[in-house]
């Protein structure tokens, strides 16, 4: 008897070691060597390259550490953090023993035995007691369950970091773009300057004979053309700003002020660098959310493995009851009670097994999501590297071409005031000028964003200031 005792628990504690369900594996896929317009080192750890900096604007440097540190976005992602490690207690708590207190007090009456008397007796009763439940892990249910929480924490890290990588694309791309808005402001308002005072010098050559109302009507035209084009990029321009505030947790319209100081459209003469795409793997927020994912769906296959198999729950009840009367005096009652209960499932209409099946296929999911996010972020990289490699080209271009086009508005101008050439060819390389410098800022905010694009394609920077 005294084995039999020794050995029951014994046992139950082997088969508390019992985990059913697959043990997670980090997924694989084959990757390619190098990035087609890339080289074949590896850039290693990006993620606390600060390469925004590179811009050399101690207001965007600034902007970036506010938004990081007020964004809304990133703060709710933090509190999700929170939650989850929250979740892995609630997840597990199934697998320790579970004590309630309860208790109650009761006053009553009762007639005395001879029914002539009225007398009564008063009787107060107190009553406490203690359940105790302890349900037997032994297949590892809470166990997966656990794991599973532990992999869902790592996806609300992971979806913080998320969040901050896109808060510094957004913020950094809205800020070159509202440079860039000022930039083409300020052209507009110069073509303005410079197509009023075409107007006057047709105007003045009307009043001399040399000229038609013809030729005034087209330099009106141009004038007028221009001014409608002054609002649409003020409003772009604001937007910008107000875009900037929000990314950074302030009402819009708050940096106005700041912003309206004119800077040049961000440049940067860092040299770029891709890496390998084995590094994505592990610098992408996204591609360690997805594969979080994928361990918190295979830990959820045990869970529902283990509810196929037999449960044992060890529970037990001390109750205590006092009760006292002012005639009677007092006493007092003690009891307990323990014993397991085995739940067996036996006949579910399948719903144990489909539900386990349900799972794999989650698992399987969560694996080709995982593979589609890591060709996502290749093709990503592919596509920004096949942009900033070309964007220096452009830009060279179009500033050749902005002073050929000055060039021959200067040339036509002088000749217009000699009578050698007609309005419409001022006019024609007034055009010029204003399509090309306007193309201009477009290609030097496009180089930006470009070298943007690709530092956050590669997962650069959203741990900076966090170790």
Not at 41 to 65: H, P
Not at 173 to 181: D, G, H, K, T, W
Not at 304 to 319: D, F, K
Request: with cysteine; glycine share 6%; hydrophobic share 40%.
């Amino acid at each position: 008897m005294l084995l039999r005792r020794v050995s029951v628990p014994f046992v139950m504690l082997l088969l508390s070691g019992c985990v059913v369900g697959p043990d997670y594996q980090k997924p694989d896929m084959p990757l390619p060597t190098k990035f087609s317009e890339g080289s074949t080192k590896s850039d290693g750890d990006v993620t606390q390259t600060a390469w925004w900096t590179s811009f050399n604007d101690s207001q965007l440097n600034a902007y970036v550490d506010k938004g990081l540190a007020q964004n809304l976005d990133i703060l709710q992602a933090v509190e999700a953090i929170a939650q989850a490690q929250e979740g892995i207690i609630t997840a597990t708590a199934g697998a320790y023993p579970s004590v309630d207190l309860t208790g109650s007090d009761a006053v009553g009456s009762s007639a005395g035995e001879a029914a002539s008397t009225s007398a009564h007796k008063l009787t107060n009763t107190a009553t406490g007691s203690i359940p105790v439940s302890w349900y037997l892990d032994l297949f590892g249910k809470y166990k997966r369950a656990g794991e599973a929480a532990e992999a869902q924490l790592g996806q609300a890290y992971a979806s913080a970091d998320v969040a901050r990588l896109a808060l510094i694309s957004n913020l950094v791309q809205a800020y070159v773009n509202a440079r860039l808005y000022q930039e083409r402001l300020q052209i507009a308002k110069s073509n303005l300057a410079s197509r009023r005072e075409t107007l006057k010098l047709t105007q003045f050559q009307l009043d001399a004979g040399a000229s038609s109302r013809l030729d005034v009507a087209q330099s009106e035209g141009l004038v007028n053309a221009q001014l409608s084009s002054i609002p649409g990029l003020e409003a772009s321009y604001r937007a910008q700003v107000y875009s900037l505030s929000t990314l950074m947790g302030l009402p819009a319209a708050t940096l106005i002020d700041q912003m309206n100081k004119k800077k040049p459209i961000p440049m940067t003469s860092a040299t770029y660098a891709s890496g390998v795409p084995a590094d994505l793997i592990r610098n992408r927020p996204d591609i360690r959310k997805a594969e979080q994912a994928l361990a918190a769906a295979t830990a959820n296959i045990g869970v529902s493995e283990a509810a196929l198999y037999p449960s044992i729950t060890l529970s037990g009840t001390v109750t205590a009851s006092l009760s006292a009367s002012h005639l009677a005096g007092s006493n007092g009652l003690t009891s307990w009670s323990f014993g397991p209960a085995l739940s067996l499932p036996i006949f579910d209409g399948g719903a144990l097994r489909a539900n386990v099946r349900i799972n794999e296929s989650q698992a399987r999911a969560a694996y080709l999501a995982w593979q589609q996010t890591v060709l996502d972020a290749i093709s990503e990289v592919e596509t920004a590297l096949a942009k900033v490699s070309r964007d220096g080209r452009t830009v060279s271009a179009l500033r050749a071409t902005v002073a050929s086009y000055k060039e021959a508005l200067d040339l036509s101008t002088a000749s217009y005031k000699d009578g050698a050439t007609s309005l419409l060819d001022v006019l024609d390389a007034q055009r010029s000028v204003s399509s090309a410098e306007a193309d201009l800022a477009d290609a030097v905010a496009s180089m930006a964003n470009d070298y943007v694009s690709l530092n956050v394609a590669i997962g650069g920077g959203y741990a900076v200031g966090s170790k």
